[in-house]
Structures are given as C-alpha cells and as structure tokens.
C-alpha cells in the first residue's frame, strides 16, 4: 500500500502562484509513476501532470504546460505541482496519485500513464480556489 497525503492547496487571485506538496509513505516508489489530477465542480477529473519517479520524466496536460512544473524530491518521498500565472479556470480540487506502472494503460506519453483509471493510489484532495 501507498499513502498519499497532499497539502498546500487554498484561495489566490488570478495571476499568483500555490505549491501543492504529496507526502508518499508505505513503499518504495522506483518504479512508481506519480500524477496530479484535478476535477471542478461539475466536471470529470481529469489529468494534470505526471513525473517518473525514478526517471524525472514528465508530461504536462496542454492546459497547464508552461505554468505548472511538476517535480520530486527522491530524500522526503514528497512530490510537488509549483502552480504560476493561475486562471479561474484552474479552480479545482487536485489530487495526487501513484501508478505502480504494472497495469496496461493505452493512454500514454512515453513511460507515463494519463489514464486515472490506471492509478492505484490517490490522496483525499487539496482545494484550489482562484478568483478572478
């Protein structure tokens, strides 16, 4: 098992910045891909961003590429979404998972997998609320 705690989400103005942290415990990840997803109100979740833990390999919905930078920290087992030049459109709740990259998935960017039915882990989901 892996748990995921995520933190850091909260309420900023169009145009300004929040970090979101995802604390992984219970298991190695070497082999493990981590993704963000997010879901609005009304809407389906969807895919965000995505890191290979041991590679660094990432991949970045259109969306967000440019903004957003998705990194991790191997020594605190932490991943972080650095979120900049935010958008109302942003406003969502996000949430970390972990890909054990054993399932088949059809939906990728190189060795990472976008499709969340293929995760295996997620956290509970931090709110981020932008206003305009």
């Known amino acids: 098992q892996v748990q995921l705690v995520e933190s850091g989400g909260g309420l900023v103005q169009a145009g300004g910045s929040l970090r979101l942290s995802c604390a992984a415990s219970?298991?190695?990840?070497?082999?493990?891909?981590m993704g963000w997803f997010r879901q609005a109100p009304g809407e389906e979740r969807e895919f965000v961003t995505a890191?290979?833990?041991?590679?660094?390999?990432?991949y970045y919905a259109d969306s967000v590429r440019g903004r957003f930078t998705i990194s991790r920290d191997i020594a605190k087992n932490t991943v972080y979404l650095q979120m900049n030049i935010l958008k109302p459109e942003d406003t969502a709740v996000y949430f970390c998972?972990?890909?054990?990259?054993?399932?088949?998935?059809?939906?990728?960017?190189?060795?990472?997998?976008?499709?969340?039915?293929?995760?295996?882990?997620w956290g509970q989901g931090t709110q981020v609320t932008v206003s305009s």
């Open positions: 998972a972990a890909d054990d990259s054993r399932g088949p998935c059809t939906v990728r960017a190189g060795p990472l997998c976008l499709d969340e039915r293929v995760y295996d882990y």
């Open positions: 890191i290979s833990w041991a590679s660094g390999t990432t």
């Open positions: 219970g298991r190695t990840l070497s082999r493990y891909t």
